[in-house]
């Protein structure tokens, strides 16, 4: 939200300069984004005369003039058409940065004529899109004068950021009552004026569809003349980025942005019969101001006449009913429209729009008299005319809601005891009305829906106070050491996010907002959002792949080669909010080198070993883990796989599948894990955090190979378990150090060569104990039908 200084002074009278408004804008939760003044850029730029105009004896197109800015006669090389002897304008000395042309003028010869600066236009100041001539000032304009004092421009532009629940301030006026309560000035009276008909309305006004429009209020000006907004009013709104384009709309833009009060202007020649805010019909178009046509259904509400539609209702009005310099009647709407079917149909067309914001907000409905009477009078002072009867359809939803409110709240949920005379003062400075009582009866104005409850009361009071005024009260510490405070579940996610950056993952934060169609993909979404920032971020994610493969693509498309993520969150389900560990691993594990040849992309065992150390981190008994074939239909087939401990499934990982890459542009192949913290066993024995010191063994290891031969189909890892279970207190630890298939090997079998390490405890071990837990281990290996290899 952008207003000037002097916009906001027209309706707060105070005299407190900018840096102590930005403060008290700050300090009442309207955070300023920033202040820019646009008179700074053009502060060397002078009001001056042509003393002299001569034809330039090279060129034709161009003039020689004589131009005095204070400082006495300087030459100027000018090609503007208009310059002549005795007019006044606007003069860049050598020096002089240009804003709209980009330049910094200086001494130069145009045509062998020398020239000392510059007669400026009104692009090239950035002051409009005229650039015909230079800028012709008025007869009395002071020469020498700084051009931005003497043209009113400096006038600081302030911008905020307004959260959702503050519509009241999305208005000028509302910034000004709340700096008002806040004892920065005094709120100048709202003047409304009565602006009777002359005449019955010539068109019929009527609402059909009563749930997506409450009122339509309406009436007819004739014989108006639409033209050029004045200067203030089109630097005004140039000033908060608005382009300018004539009287009429600009007054509907003026009052929309000064009181938060969307409404429009239809030309009234362009319309044939009755107008009705309805329903669409399936299938409608409308082309809108923005020149974009769009299809319409059922559920939106429009505003039509009979022939067609010409306002998407709240939203963004059609290019066909606008006004032009040649309407000579107007039909003007002021309408309220129902937020929740604002929102929806924006985000079916994704179309976003001034109106919209305001609305979906919730315009104060109280506001619909008000702002006919206002648009009324606005259009007859810049554009004349005769008013008819308002036509009111409808009527706007006016319910206040009063709530019971106890002042010893205030300091019981704020933490400030203020004193309730001040409370009263600050809540019907807000347009609150209150009732004392025992509880008070605290009504909410009709531009504040998002007041619930006493704690939004609370925070009113506090907020307008001076959250700066609560005082800081240490918490109570009990005496000696500090207990700790983490949970396990946090000391968890800690050792997991730690191992993890160790291991070279950059964490990533995504949104657990995602669309429908990239949910569908993971099993579907079990939470929808009722009020999304956009179609984008619709529902609640399942998995935390979408958000990932989503960074990965960004990283991949910048020119990373390599993108190896994590990021830990939640999943949502309607039993819960599981916490998971979630890995994307996608372009070149290793990069080309003369050593090893070709970049070497990720795959599913990379995937894998990283489940395997976030699962060793976090404290999962990775060596009675079980590894199962077929992650789900996110993964490739066959690629992919489960680490489970008994029937509860820790992690999954594996290739994605190319379905996967192709919907989320990925060039592939790109790997993923997702490790389930909340399917981790508890600890036993209390919290089991303490590890027994290490205690180097004493006798030294021996290291046995052992090469067998098994069916095809057997997984590795059930050889591996068995072999490990031979002889539990011998065997330290097995490896596979080789998989071959190929000669010497018959066809549906392949060879799997293990390593095993033994350790002695209290004695070397001897030949014949060697032997013996060698024929052990081919005797558990045979079980699954291996056998010793040749």
Not at 171 to 199: C, F, H, M, N, Q
Not at 412 to 436: M, T
Not at 550 to 561: I, L, Q, S, T
Not at 576 to 589: H, Q
């Amino acid at each position: 939200m952008k207003f000037t200084l002097s916009w906001l002074k027209e309706h707060l009278d105070t005299d407190a300069t900018l840096d102590e408004v930005v403060a008290r804008l700050n300090a009442l939760g309207l955070e300023v984004e920033g202040v820019d003044n646009p008179g700074e850029k053009l502060a060397a730029f002078k009001v001056a005369e042509i003393l002299t105009a001569e034809r330039h004896p090279q060129a034709d197109k161009l003039q020689v003039l004589t131009v005095d800015a204070g400082e006495g006669p300087m030459q100027v090389v000018c090609g503007a058409p208009n310059a002549r002897a005795g007019m006044k304008g606007v003069f860049g000395a050598p020096g002089a940065y240009v804003p709209g042309s980009g330049i910094t003028l200086k001494i130069a010869a145009i045509r062998g004529v020398e020239s000392r600066g510059m007669m400026c236009s009104v692009r090239e100041l950035e002051l409009g899109d005229a650039h015909e001539g230079i800028i012709e000032l008025p007869g009395d304009a002071p020469v020498g004068t700084a051009f931005p004092e003497y043209a009113g421009l400096n006038d600081p532009v302030i911008d905020i950021s307004v959260n959702p629940n503050r519509p009241e301030a999305m208005g000028v006026y509302g910034i000004a009552r709340d700096l008002a309560a806040s004892g920065l000035g005094t709120l100048k009276p709202l003047d409304v004026p009565e602006i009777a008909g002359t005449y019955p309305s010539p068109v019929e006004i009527r609402i059909e569809d009563t749930e997506g429009c409450k009122a339509f209020y309406g009436r007819v000006i004739r014989g108006v003349r639409n033209g050029p907004s004045p200067d203030w009013l089109a630097r005004r709104l140039q000033a908060v980025g608005q382009r300018s384009i004539s009287a009429l709309v600009d007054m509907t833009n003026y009052i929309t942005l000064t009181y938060g009060r969307p409404l429009h202007v239809y030309d009234l020649a362009k319309l044939s019969g009755a107008v009705v805010a309805r329903k669409a019909k399936p299938g409608e178009e409308v082309e809108a101001l923005n020149g974009k046509t769009y299809t319409l259904d059922e559920t939106m509400t429009v505003i039509a006449d009979e022939v067609a539609v010409h306002d998407i209702g709240g939203i963004m009005g059609g290019e066909h009913s606008g006004v032009t310099e040649a309407t000579t009647n107007i039909l003007i709407e002021c309408a309220w429209f129902d937020p929740h079917a604002i929102t929806r149909t924006g985000q079916k067309l994704a179309l976003a729009s001034d109106a919209r914001t305001r609305f979906e907000r919730g315009a104060d409905p109280a506001f619909v008299e008000p702002g006919i009477q206002l648009a009324t009078k606005w259009a007859l002072d810049l554009a004349g005319g005769e008013p008819s009867e308002v036509v009111r359809a409808g009527e706007p939803p006016l319910e206040r809601q009063t709530f019971a409110y106890r002042p010893t709240r205030c300091a019981a949920l704020a933490g400030i005891d203020i004193p309730e005379e001040r409370q009263e003062e600050i809540l019907r400075s807000l347009g609150f009305d209150v009732a004392r009582g025992d509880p008070w009866q605290v009504t909410a104005p009709t531009f504040r829906p998002d007041i619930h409850g006493e704690a939004d009361i609370v925070e009113e009071v506090a907020r307008v106070h001076g959250f700066d005024k609560i005082p800081s009260t240490p918490l109570p510490r009990a005496d000696g050491v500090a207990r700790p405070t983490a949970t396990p579940e946090q000391l968890i996610e800690r050792r997991a996010r730690r191992s993890a950056a160790a291991r070279g993952l950059n964490e990533a934060i995504t949104w657990s907002f995602i669309s429908e169609a990239e949910a569908g993909h993971f099993g579907g979404a079990a939470w929808t959002v009722a009020n999304p920032i956009s179609d984008d971020l619709k529902v609640m994610r399942p998995s935390l792949l979408p958000g990932l493969i989503a960074a990965a693509r960004r990283n991949r498309a910048r020119g990373a080669e390599s993108v190896r993520l994590f990021e830990i969150g939640r999943r949502y389900f309607k039993d819960g909010e599981p916490l998971t560990v979630g890995v994307i691993l996608a372009g070149e594990r290793t990069h080309r080198h003369w050593r090893t040849g070709r970049a070497a992309p990720f795959d599913a065992f990379d995937a894998k070993e990283e489940a395997l150390a976030l699962l060793a981190a976090a404290g999962a008994p990775v060596d009675n883990l079980q590894v199962g074939a077929g992650a789900g239909e996110t993964y490739h087939p066959g690629r992919s796989g489960r680490l489970t401990l008994g029937k509860a499934v820790l992690a999954e990982f594996g290739e994605l599948h190319p379905r996967i890459l192709k919907a989320f542009d990925l060039d592939g192949p790109a790997a993923a894990a997702q490790i389930f913290l909340d399917a981790l066993p508890p600890r036993r024995g209390g919290n089991g955090r303490m590890r027994p010191a290490y205690t180097p063994p004493a006798l030294q290891a021996v290291k046995r190979d052992f090469a067998f031969l098994v069916p095809e189909d057997l997984e590795a890892d059930r050889l591996l378990r068995a072999v490990r279970g031979a002889d539990r207190a011998a065997i330290a630890a097995v490896s596979l150090f080789d998989v071959f298939t190929g000669q010497g090997v018959a066809q549906g079998e392949k060879s799997l060569a293990l390593e095993v390490v033994l350790q002695p405890t209290d004695k070397s071990f001897t030949d014949d104990e060697l032997k013996a837990i060698g024929d052990r281990i081919v005797a558990a290996a045979g079980k699954l039908g291996a056998r010793l290899r040749d």
